[in-house]
């Protein structure tokens, strides 16, 4: 719960995801309408408040789910 929590607020902070559609469900292009260079940019904005790195194929992979 914290976790999501975290996670959603820092995506809120995002001046490119519509907060009225953000849920913890919300898939970044089809429900957020972000193309995939702002997905990585908000995914890579996810790195800041969770101390983590993340590997551009990883952040690849996870788009094309």
């Not at 995914?43 to 590997?55: E, I, K, T, V, Y």
């Amino acid at each position: 719960q914290e976790v999501e929590e975290r996670a959603l607020a820092a995506l809120k902070r995002h001046p490119k995801v519509p907060e009225d559609k953000l849920s913890a469900t919300a898939h970044f292009n089809r429900d957020l309408g972000l193309d995939s260079l702002d997905a990585v940019e908000v995914r890579a904005g996810q790195q800041r408040p969770f101390s983590a790195r993340c590997l551009l194929q990883a952040i690849i992979e996870l788009e094309d789910e």
